[in-house]
């Protein structure tokens, strides 16, 4: 199985701060990579897809790059509603398999 | 707009078991792969079974495989999960969510359920 590591495991910041969380892969697995946000007690939702590709509704502040094996999510000017967790996922091969997840938290 | 009602979860005993669904809404049902993922309380997600279109190719994490058995209705727009002998460890919210393409292959997960919670506890 792909082991998908993400860091840190949680973060503090203000906002309007730009927040940088990495996603790092086992083994190459090109830009089958996307990126989710849970806040508690809810589903998780789809932010970014193919490593940078943001899903239709999503605020532009939100922007996923790499490939391979070293990815990372960012958010350019932190909204009150981006406190939650963020996972990264990858679909290159079965199992599929996310990361530990990185929760964002107010400073 | 796309729906997806999570039903089914309960408080079992260990070994007994227990019958998830999903009924979906707002796409066309056929036109997509299905999965089932979950996420024990307060812990990181975990994917747990597939099933690609029309249901004739299902794909499992081996902490299930024998035990859980995927499937899926297109008439009535619904995916179900069976959950025969069942542990404490399967102790988790079931979410039911949709995969952008109709097949299994490099799957991820553009809408989900609100989630049903199952308890495995003596």
């Known amino acids: 199985d792909i082991q998908m590591t993400q860091s840190p495991s949680s973060l503090s910041a203000s906002v309007g701060d730009r927040v940088t969380i990495t996603c790092r892969a086992s083994q190459s697995i090109s830009d089958y990579l996307v990126w989710y946000q849970q806040k508690p007690g809810k589903a998780p939702k789809l932010l970014i897809y193919g490593a940078s590709s943001l899903l239709s509704g999503v605020p532009s502040r939100f922007s996923g790059g790499g490939s391979g094996t070293d990815f990372t999510l960012t958010i350019s000017g932190l909204q009150p509603e981006d406190f939650a967790t963020y996972y990264c996922q990858q679909s290159y091969s079965s199992p599929q398999t996310f990361g530990q997840g990185t929760k964002v938290e107010i400073k | 707009e796309v729906l997806l009602v999570d039903s089914g979860g309960d408080l079992v005993q260990p070994g007994r078991s227990l019958r998830l669904s999903c009924v979906a809404s707002?796409?066309?049902?056929?036109?997509?792969?299905m999965h089932w993922v979950r996420q024990a309380p307060g812990k990181g997600l975990e994917w747990v079974s597939g099933i690609n279109w029309n249901g004739d190719k299902t794909d499992y994490a081996d902490s299930v495989k024998g035990r859980f058995s995927i499937s899926r209705d297109n008439a009535k727009t619904s995916l179900y999960l069976q959950m025969n002998s069942l542990r404490p460890e399967d102790t988790a919210f079931y979410y039911c969510?949709?995969?952008?393409?109709?097949?299994?292959?490099?799957?991820?997960?553009?809408?989900w359920g609100q989630g049903t919670l199952v308890t495995v506890s003596s």
């Open positions: 707002g796409f066309t049902f056929d036109d997509h792969a």
């Open positions: 969510a949709k995969a952008p393409a109709p097949l299994l292959y490099r799957s991820y997960f553009d809408s």
